[in-house]
């Protein structure tokens, strides 16, 4: 092995790493057009494009505010959205405990008329309808208002709870009384084509919310793989994407960054180009996708964020950050909904949802955003403490060693 300055051996994702960002400082290009230096300083940063979102008609902003990581008492960083053009606000019952959607509530008061409001909430497949009209009503009092414009079933990743007639009655009913406008489902794990395939073929929403980065694109592997370790495994969502847009059914992507992992890149972000920034283009550059949300948690990164705003292609340099980022992340970032794992653990362990709760604790640094979402999988890993046998050891095909991250993501998160 090569010996660092300090005279300490390197290990291979080290020695990975240092040559991926070699290369990115390399190739770096100026940033040309709306992110660029000149244009920055030139430009407010605020939303640049409005899309319709599908069916619904709604003309929502191209870039639009999560809201997973919202305190109580942040009515500013809505404030400070909104007044920048932002005017899609998507929230959860489960965000913060409900703090997310209260905090969203204070700050819109008033405006109602002037935004979009989207919110969740977790349906099994046996519940009913009257436990998923009240958990919305308790949700409209939190946000001080009388509908929500989109309101999704949260986190899906079985198809019997989309099978489950209570939610498609509850949705007529709600739409009856002028509670929500629009249904959507939203999904990140490991059953997610196999539910937007059964959703859209049946034409159950009107909105989907699915995790979707160039992480995830078979096409951004195509541009290079030599000395690549490893691939895209989901070459079937571009196609579910299709299926949506034919359909005229509203698409927004999370989880756009591929972990999020911002502080990694900013050595080698020049110009005014940025890798969050990279990573947005690459998904609005995509005609399958209307928008995207992103949690914006100062008023610096919305500042940052919204520089791709109106981009409708990639920027000069932009396909180097996300080659530096994917060479740097890729041997530990889990794609949650490649399922490759899937029937690994006799014990059912959802592995890719633990790590994906990982993801939130380790690379957002938001260990209570983490807890929240890993209460949602029930026992979680806790099969993990005990097992004898690590049957998902090499279950990932993307090398996560996966029988060393789950026990201690639930002695973490439990």
């Known amino acids: 092995m090569k010996q660092s300055d300090d005279g300490k051996k390197l290990g291979r994702r080290e020695l990975l790493r240092r040559g991926a960002m ?8 100026p940033l040309a057009g709306a992110g660029g230096k000149a244009a920055r300083a030139e430009t407010r940063a605020e939303v640049k494009r409005y899309v319709t979102l599908g069916r619904t008609g709604l003309k929502m902003s191209d870039i639009s505010f999560g809201s997973s990581r919202l305190d109580a008492g942040e009515e500013n960083l809505v404030l400070d959205a909104l007044d920048r053009g932002i005017n899609y606000f998507d929230t ?3 965000y913060r405990g409900g703090d997310s959607e209260i905090t969203i509530g204070n700050a819109l008061r008033g405006k109602r008329d002037k935004v979009f409001i989207a919110s ?7 519940e009913d309808r009257e436990s998923m009209m009240r958990s919305l009503e308790a949700s409209l009092r939190r946000l001080q208002t009388d509908y929500v414009d989109v309101y999704f079933t949260h986190a899906v990743n079985s198809v019997g709870r989309l099978e489950n007639p209570e939610w498609h009655e509850f949705v007529a009913q709600a739409k009856r009384q002028g509670k929500i406008r629009f249904s959507g489902m939203s999904g990140h794990a490991g059953r997610l084509i196999q539910c937007l395939d059964y959703a859209l073929d049946r034409d159950m929403m009107d909105v989907i919310l699915v995790a979707y980065n ?3 694109d078979p096409k951004f ?6 000395g690549f370790d490893f691939i895209a495994r989901q070459p079937d969502l571009p196609r579910v994407l299709e299926k949506a847009k034919t359909k005229n059914v509203g698409v927004i992507a999370m989880k756009t960054l591929m972990g999020a992992r911002l502080n990694d890149m900013r050595p080698f972000e020049k110009d005014g180009a940025t890798y969050a920034q990279a990573a947005f283009r690459w998904v609005l550059s995509n005609p399958q996708v209307h928008a995207l949300i992103i949690s914006m948690t100062d008023t610096g990164t919305t ?3 919204l520089g791709a705003s109106g981009w409708t292609t990639a920027a000069r340099g932009d396909f180097e950050l996300l080659k530096g980022y994917a060479r740097m992340n890729g041997a530990s970032y889990c794609r949650h909904a490649c399922n490759d794992c899937e029937n690994a653990c006799p014990y059912g362990v959802p592995i890719a949802d ?8 380790r690379d957002y640094q938001d260990e209570k955003l983490a807890r929240s979402e890993y209460a949602l999988l029930g026992d979680g890993a806790a099969a993990c403490l005990t097992c004898p046998t690590q049957d998902c050891a090499g279950s990932c095909t993307h090398g996560l060693p996966v029988e060393k991250l789950l026990a201690p993501t639930h002695r973490m998160l439990s």
């Open 120 to 126: 969740k909430t977790h349906t099994s497949a046996s």
């Open 354 to 361: 633990v790590l994906r709760t990982r993801m939130y604790a």
């Open 92 to 94: 959860a019952e489960s």
């Open 303 to 305: 500042r940052e964020y």
């Open 214 to 216: 160039f992480g995830q």
């Open 221 to 226: 592997y195509e541009r290079f793989t030599q």
């Open 22 to 29: 070699a290369g990115v400082a390399a190739g770096l290009l």
